[in-house]
Nanobody
Framework: QVQLVESGGGLVQAGGSLRLSCAASGSIFSINAMDWYRQAPGKQREWVAV???????NYADSVKGRFTISRDNAKNTVYLQMNSLKPEDTAVYYC??????????WGQGTLVTVSS
C-alpha cells in the first residue's frame, strides 16, 4: 500500500505564492512517478504536473512557468511550488502516485483559494 498526505493549502491573494507538500509512506519502492492534480468547483479533475523517479518533470500549459514540482527523497515528499497565483487556480489539489502495484493511490486533497 501507498499512503499520500497533502498539506500546505490555504487562502492567498492573486499574485501570491503557496507551497504544497505530499508525504508518501508505505511501499515507496513501488512509486514510478508522482503527480499533482486539481479540481475546481463544478469542474472535472485536471492534471497539473508530474515528477518521475528519474527526476524528469512536466507541466500543464496552464501552470507552466508559474508552478514547480520537486521532491525530497530523504523525506519521501513531493512539493508543488505555486507562484503568481490566479483566481482560476482555486481548487482542491490532489497528490497521486503512479505505482507498479495494482492500486491507484490518491491523497485526501488540500484546498487552495486565490482571492482577486
Amino acid at each position: 500500500q501507498v499512503q499520500l498526505v497533502e498539506s500546505g493549502g490555504g487562502l492567498v491573494q492573486a499574485g501570491g505564492s503557496l507551497r504544497l507538500s505530499c508525504a508518501a509512506s508505505g511501499s515507496i519502492f513501488s512509486i514510478n512517478a508522482m503527480d499533482w492534480y486539481r479540481q475546481a468547483p463544478g469542474k472535472q479533475r485536471e492534471w497539473v504536473a508530474v515528477i518521475t523517479r528519474g527526476g524528469s518533470t512536466n507541466y500543464a500549459d496552464s501552470v507552466k512557468g508559474r508552478f514547480t514540482i520537486s521532491r525530497d527523497n530523504a523525506k519521501n515528499t513531493v512539493y508543488l511550488q505555486m507562484n503568481s497565483l490566479k483566481p482560476e487556480d482555486t481548487a482542491v489539489y490532489y497528490c497521486h502516485a503512479r505505482v507498479t502495484m495494482p492500486m491507484d493511490p490518491w491523497g485526501q486533497g488540500t484546498l487552495v483559494t486565490v482571492s482577486s
